[in-house]
């Protein structure tokens, strides 16, 4: 079953707009991290937060941590046309697995 | 400093016959995760090898899948007897020698089966 579930499952934003998504889990974990998945591509690694930190910055980036809530969020900041993907939460709460979300798809119109 | 290269990128084959999926990892890595991705889904583990062992093969299907990591060259996804349901885009992701509790996994662009 999937450890992390994101929402929304579509996101369109205008360009400048800041973006919000968002990832829920199930089990406790060691560290969570969000990927980029440009259509037909691999994943790029965006960021890692432990379960010890509650919010990591990285350029327009913004992630936050709620280990109570056992979910996540991700805010790009002034968005622009490259950043539309899909993005992915992983979280490895079973060895050195990661176990991933469905993923969010982001289109940034310009 | 070439990333994980995975080929071919693209592979067709007929049902019953045999896939194979090469991935090459960064270099310095010497752990390999292999995951398996349907369309409008997330990546799926199958398999996570060391250096000519296999260290947890629990996402992977228990018959006509195997894989290895020998100690030279690169690691092999081998899919024997495909099906239709075998198609699908599969990625290969390494990560160094274990130095810290941080697991950043670097993915390849991946291999796109169809089979007809």
Redesign the interface.
């Known amino acids: 079953s999937?450890q992390?579930e994101e929402d929304p499952q579509a996101l369109s934003i205008q360009e400048g707009e800041n973006a919000t998504m968002n990832c829920s889990y199930k089990t406790s974990i060691?560290?969570l991290?969000w990927?980029r998945q440009n259509s037909?591509?691999?994943?790029?690694?965006l960021i890692?937060i432990?379960s010890n930190e509650r919010e990591k910055h990285s350029g327009r980036l913004r992630v936050t941590l709620d280990t109570s809530k056992k979910s996540s969020s991700l805010l790009i900041t002034a968005s622009r046309a490259a950043d539309t993907a899909s993005y992915?939460c992983?979280t490895?709460a079973e060895?050195?697995?990661?176990?991933?979300?469905?993923?969010t798809k982001l289109t940034v119109n310009p | 400093n070439a990333g994980v290269m995975q080929n071919p990128r693209h592979l067709v084959r007929r049902r019953g016959q045999e896939a194979r999926l090469r991935c090459s990892p960064m270099k310095g890595h010497s752990h390999v995760y292999w995951y398996r991705q349907l369309p409008e889904e997330g990546l799926k583990f199958m398999v996570y090898l060391q250096k000519e062992n296999i260290i947890d093969e629990s996402g992977m299907p228990k018959e006509r899948f195997s894989a290895e990591f020998p100690k030279e060259g690169p690691s092999i996804l081998r899919i024997q007897q495909v099906v239709r349901g075998d198609s699908a885009a599969y990625f290969c992701a390494s990560s160094p020698l274990a130095g810290g509790p941080a697991n950043i996994q670097y993915f390849g662009a991946g291999t796109r089966l169809s089979v007809l």
């Open positions: 999937q992390g060691n560290n991290q990927y037909g591509r691999g994943l790029v690694h890692l432990r992915f992983a490895d060895s050195e697995k990661l176990v991933f979300g469905k993923g």
